[in-house]
């Protein structure tokens, strides 16, 4: 027989065994989190929302057109998009400029992906976002897979690992 100790103990032991299984992913910016939904007006007009591109992995590119970092990666982003066609998604947030400059900026970029614009500051902060260019890559699943200020130097092996 087993004494009431050692039978409260296991009983605990179980209980914690089991709900450890449970535990859900935290919502947050950070990797192995699950990326914060926003919804935003989009450039080209319209709303723009990150619920409505889940099911593939996501490249989320945060940027300006005054920031020269964003211009000189704006390409490597482009080419991205183009290599992985509609495999992955590339998404932009503009980082708080209006429609104009933004259209502008993009237009001389070559820049063809979807962008959310960000008047109010909303999107970067629930991203915690200080810099940019901020890129993260989020999988099929909307875990933040990778953050880095800049497009990173693995970035196709990073994708293809996800697909």
């Avoid at 450039?43 to 490249?59: E, F, N, Q, V, W």
């Avoid at 708080?96 to 063809?112: I, K, Q, V």
């Amino acid at each position: 027989m087993i004494p009431d100790t050692m039978l409260r103990l296991l009983t605990t032991v179980a209980i914690l065994v089991a709900s450890a299984g449970c535990e859900r992913v935290q919502v947050g910016p950070q990797e192995g989190q699950l990326a914060p939904a926003f919804q935003a007006d989009a450039m080209t007009g319209g709303h723009l929302r990150s619920a409505d591109h889940t099911g593939k992995p996501i490249m989320l590119v945060f940027w300006a057109s005054w920031c020269g970092p964003c211009r000189v990666e704006a390409p490597q982003v482009q080419r991205v998009a183009q290599n992985y066609g509609d495999r992955v998604q590339v998404l932009g947030v503009n980082a708080g400029e209006d429609r104009p400059t933004a259209t502008r900026a993009a237009s001389a970029l070559g820049m063809t992906w979807p962008v959310a614009m960000d008047v109010d500051g909303a999107i970067r902060a629930a991203y915690a976002v200080s810099a940019i260019p901020m890129v993260l890559i989020i999988d099929k699943n909307g875990v933040v897979r990778h953050r880095n200020n800049g497009v990173p130097s693995d970035v196709h092996r990073l994708l293809d690992g996800l697909l």
